[in-house]
């Protein structure tokens, strides 16, 4: 079945690269996204990245993409405060009406 | 930057009552979703919507109902709300299908339920 799997939770240094990784198993998702939610608001879409593609850039944010591993990492560099969220992966299920699987969220508190 | 509104953004309301959680988009989407989700946890769908006249269940089963009469509004009701109703519930909106990035759905900024 579908699954996405995240570790719960990264702290890191202001001024630090944040890494943080997802693991999903539907090796026909089409697309793979990062999501970013604050406290008390919905999700915002950060970037995404089609599965043919291994890598994409898009200012502090590099998302990396090994699809033999199933594997997504999203990189965020020189991390600032403003940066502490949950930050969810999420697949698109090839079945059905094109639904997104998310992830459970990776908490990242950044300290100074 | 996507248009896509949820109202009321805070409900507290005593067991029994029925309730309306409203979910409106401009973009003129055809797919629309309801998921709930609890503090820190992970999104569960509860409901999406195709287009108009067209209404699904979703993974996480619910006691809430869905209408989609037109195709910028996608309200749920619940009948009667109980305490185990207490969550947030997030309205997201899909242009088509996945393709160049059209797969992305776009989210409102939830709605915070309390039953007591």
């Known amino acids: 079945g579908e699954d996405v799997e995240q570790s719960l939770f990264l702290s890191v240094r202001e001024g630090d690269s944040s890494v943080i990784n997802c693991t999903y198993t539907?090796?026909?998702?089409?697309?793979l996204y990062w999501y970013k939610q604050e406290p008390g608001a919905g999700l915002q879409l950060l970037t995404y990245?089609?599965?043919?593609?291994d890598m994409k850039q898009d200012q502090r944010l590099t998302v990396l993409l090994n699809k033999k591993d199933k594997h997504l990492s999203l990189r965020i560099a020189d991390t600032q405060t403003g940066d502490s969220a949950i930050y969810f992966c999420?697949?698109?299920?090839?079945?059905?009406?094109?639904?997104?699987?998310f992830g459970a969220g990776t908490r990242l508190a950044v300290h100074p | 930057e996507a248009d896509i509104y949820q109202t009321p953004r805070y409900l507290v309301i005593g067991t029994g009552k029925k309730i309306t959680l409203e979910c409106s988009q401009t973009?003129?989407?055809?797919?629309m979703y309801w998921y709930q989700q609890d503090p820190g946890m992970e999104l569960h769908l509860i409901h999406y919507?195709?287009?108009?006249?067209?209404?699904e269940k979703g993974d996480l089963s619910s006691e809430s109902t869905v209408s989609r009469i037109r195709t910028e509004h996608f309200p749920l009701t619940l009948e009667s709300a109980r305490p185990s109703h207490t969550s947030q519930y997030l309205c997201?909106?899909?242009?088509?299908?996945?393709?160049?990035?059209?797969?992305?759905?776009?989210f409102g900024p939830g709605t915070r339920l309390l039953v007591l």
């Open positions: 999420a697949e698109t299920f090839s079945g059905g009406y094109n639904k997104l699987i």
């Open positions: 539907d090796s026909s998702s089409t697309y």
């Open positions: 990245i089609f599965s043919n593609m």
């Open positions: 973009m003129g989407h055809d797919k």
């Open positions: 919507s195709y287009g108009v006249n067209s209404t």
């Open positions: 997201a909106s899909q242009q088509g299908g996945v393709s160049g990035g059209s797969g992305t759905q776009y």
